[in-house]
Structure formats: C-alpha cells, structure tokens
C-alpha cells in the first residue's frame, strides 16, 4: 500500500515538472474560432427560451378540477331523468322539484328530489302496503299458534261447548229439585221453585251482561 501511495507521489512530480504545451490562442477571425462563438451563443438562446417557456407555462394544479356547472334546460333535465317536459311540469308544480328564475334546473338537486319523490311513492304504494299486511297477519297467526302450544288460548267452539253441558246439568239438576226435596208437600215444592227460577234468571241476566260489556250480538244474529 505503501508502495502504490508513493508511485501515485511521483507521478505526479513528473507530471507537474513536465506541462503540456498551452495552445496557441484562435485568431478572432478563424472559421473555428467563428464556430465556437456560434456554438456558444446557440447554446445561450437555446437556454434563455427554455426559461422562458418554464416561466410563462401555467402550474399545473394537483387538485381536482372543479365540475361544470350542471344547470340544464327543461328538454335536458327531462331526458337526464328519462321523462316528458310534461312530467317535469308536473314535478314543479307539486313542487317536488324546484325551478329557476331563469327557467333553467339544478340537474343534481333535481335528480337527488326525484329520487327521493321515488322512493316515498314506492313506500306508500298498495302493494308495499299489502305485503306488510300480509306479513303482519303471518306474524299474528303464528303468534296464535305458539300460544295454543303453550296452553295459553283455547278454542272458542270447544269452551263454549263444554259451558253448555255445564250448565245444562245445573239446569235439569235444578228443575228437578223441588220433587226431589218434598215429593208430598205442593207449598215448600213452589217455593223451591221460585228460588230455582229466581237463580235462573239471576245467572241469564249477568250472562247478558256479560255479552253487551263484550260486543256480542245477541243469539238470533249468531251463526
């Protein structure tokens, strides 16, 4: 390494001792000298128009340019909502869409309304209705259902019948009761006899009441 550092010293002793011949000047008025100078002032104005250029180019701007403004005639907005000039009448005049003071629209505000006038329609129309009702009624029977599986309804037809042979026993039970009491004695048999028929009409008033307080029509109106 030592060596190498102290070659490289000497050659460039030997170099500095020993200078290349300097050139001897261009005359001004030589062809090369004339090529050079032209060579050097091409190379100038080439740069000077560069920076030019440079200067006066507009920057160009990272942001994103903004949208046109999207206001539209009546014909325009009619075919951009794929609709008559007699739809869109009709859309101002229940003012669901607004109209300028120029006669002109606001096709995004306008579309956006549309949308949703649309959209309300589609609520309340008869078949969104009827399907929610139909949904409501399966909702309710299987409801029903579930609380028939869990003992907590019964049937109306078999609770009516099972009242009837109820009280059709506590009837023959009383009618014959008066004989059965005092076969011998006419006076205490119609007096049990009232009291059966007082009780009688005593339980049919309080199951009349029982009826109207529920909206029951009466029994020559039930199927």
Do not use: W
């Amino acid at each position: 390494m030592m060596a190498q550092t102290q070659a490289f010293r000497d050659e460039v002793k030997r170099r500095a001792s020993n200078p290349k011949p300097a050139k001897p000047p261009l005359d001004p008025d030589s062809a090369a000298a004339r090529e050079i100078k032209g060579g050097f002032e091409d190379r100038a104005m080439a740069e000077l128009a560069t920076q030019d250029r440079r200067a006066t180019k507009p920057k160009r701007d990272d942001k994103p340019r903004m949208v046109a403004d999207d206001i539209v005639t009546t014909n325009s907005l009619a075919t951009h909502l794929g609709c008559t000039r007699q739809n869109i009448a009709r859309l101002v005049a229940e003012a669901i869409i607004e109209q300028r003071s120029d006669g002109c629209f606001d096709q995004t505000a306008s579309r956006l309304k549309y949308i949703r006038h649309l959209r309300e329609m589609q609520r309340r129309s008869p078949r969104v209705e009827a399907d929610a009702e139909h949904t409501k009624i399966k909702s309710g029977l299987l409801q029903i259902r579930l609380m028939e599986k869990k003992k907590q309804l019964v049937r109306l037809d078999e609770v009516t019948e099972m009242i009837d042979n109820l009280v059709g026993i506590v009837l023959t039970a009383m009618s014959g009761m008066a004989a059965r009491c005092s076969p011998h004695d006419l006076t205490v048999r119609r007096r049990i006899d009232q009291v059966m028929f007082e009780t009688r009409t005593a339980i049919a008033n309080a199951a009349q009441a029982m009826a109207d307080t529920n909206g029951e029509p009466p029994l020559d109106q039930q199927s």
